[in-house]
């Protein structure tokens, strides 16, 4: 609802809200390390978050229950954009917007309740197992934040992606320490 009303409405909610390294550090801002997930630069981008978070939540906050899921959610988030603080400490001028940090953390948790079950990317008529998918996520991620380190605005925030998909592999483990050996026996070990 506050993208929606931002991206329509009143569009200076974004910048009012988006994550900004520097004024969390300087201006102490620390609100913005959870408001950034609330805002989007765009309806695709909104429908993109909204559309994952419908595939993988329910079943997640069913398995986790709704406490648990959320804890999951706004974990990943702030791991998400604490990764980015790191690594944008002294970067001026540096934003990003959108809940993608908290959408990668519960892709990568759910990976590890459902190794086995198919995800398919975009048109692509081939499933993935999830835990490849969360695996090849998180390289493919880590590979693409070293490539950009160097640039100042714009693009993915792949760093989000990497923080927030190893915050929910964290926060997993803390919220169902059990989890992780349901993973490796439906894994065969």
Do not use: C
């Not at 959870?34 to 595939?55: D, E």
Request: without cysteine; glycine residues 10%; aromatic residues 16%.
């Amino acid at each position: 609802m506050v993208s929606g009303y931002a991206l329509f409405y009143d569009k200076s909610l974004i910048d009012q809200l988006a994550f900004r390294p520097k004024r969390v550090l300087q201006d102490k801002e620390y609100f913005r390390m959870i408001t950034g997930g609330f805002v989007h630069g765009s309806v695709g981008h909104l429908a993109f978050n909204m559309l994952t978070l419908f595939l993988f939540g329910p079943q997640l906050e069913i398995t986790l229950g709704s406490i648990s899921f959320l804890i999951l959610f706004f974990g990943a988030e702030l791991a998400a954009h604490s990764l980015a603080l790191w690594m944008h400490k002294d970067s001026p001028y540096y934003s990003s917007v959108g809940a993608s940090g908290a959408i990668s953390g519960v892709v990568v948790s759910f990976a590890v309740f459902y190794p086995h079950k198919l995800i398919y990317v975009f048109l692509i008529p081939i499933g993935f197992p999830a835990w490849i998918f969360a695996l090849a996520f998180i390289v493919f991620s880590a590979i693409a934040m070293m490539k950009k380190k160097d640039a100042r605005m714009g693009g993915i925030a792949h760093e989000a992606h990497l923080g927030g998909a190893l915050g929910g592999l964290l926060l997993t483990l803390l919220l169902k320490p059990a989890a992780f050996s349901v993973f490796f026996s439906q894994m065969g070990f």
